[in-house]
């Protein structure tokens, strides 16, 4: 029998734009035990902020959504990130121009692969949005969290403007 204060938790990573705001959405979800930005995708080891932002790297400013699957679902994660920015643009959100800005879901199995088309899927068939879905929906890889001051940044800079995202809609 499984203790109380036992929970499995589960991993996601979803590229939205910026991650700061990313962060945000999800830190804001109940069930989400803990978010870290960081970067995934690319080619070169240990990246900086400074070498993902020269877009050389391949790499995808990234969320790393640590959550219980007790109290939210993967789909109900997979809402939330397509709600949180523009999935039908390439290489942009909002202002943020670069290939780290792409829209994309970094799958842990291919049960999260199989969830994750089947939403894009059947969101594109809605006709929610005007243009086709562009999230790519590729398996994990070598995920390197990002600089410390990344971590949490509108907590400790609450005077800045969040970026592009949207606060959830509250479908969870």
Not at 29 to 58: H, K, L
Not at 114 to 128: F, N, V
């Amino acid at each position: 029998m499984q203790s109380s204060w036992y929970n499995i938790m589960a991993v996601a990573y979803f590229g939205g734009g910026c991650f700061w705001g990313v962060e945000v959405c999800f830190r804001a979800i109940p069930g989400v035990r803990n978010v870290t930005v960081g970067y995934m995708g690319g080619c070169v080891p240990n990246p900086t902020y400074a070498e993902v932002c020269s877009d050389r790297t391949g790499h995808v400013e990234v969320v790393c959504v640590e959550f219980d699957p007790a109290v939210i679902s993967y789909n109900q994660l997979l809402e939330v990130f397509w709600d949180c920015h523009d999935p039908t643009t390439v290489n942009c959100q909002g202002a943020d121009f670069g290939t780290q800005y792409r829209s994309v879901i970094f799958c842990c199995d291919g049960e999260q692969e199989k969830i994750a088309k089947q939403k894009k899927m059947s969101l594109d068939k809605t006709g929610k949005y005007s243009k086709e879905i562009a999230t790519h929906i590729l398996p994990i890889c070598e995920f390197y969290p990002a600089e410390e001051y990344h971590q949490r940044y509108f907590e400790k800079n609450p005077d800045k403007q969040a970026c592009h995202f949207r606060p959830p809609s509250g479908h969870v």
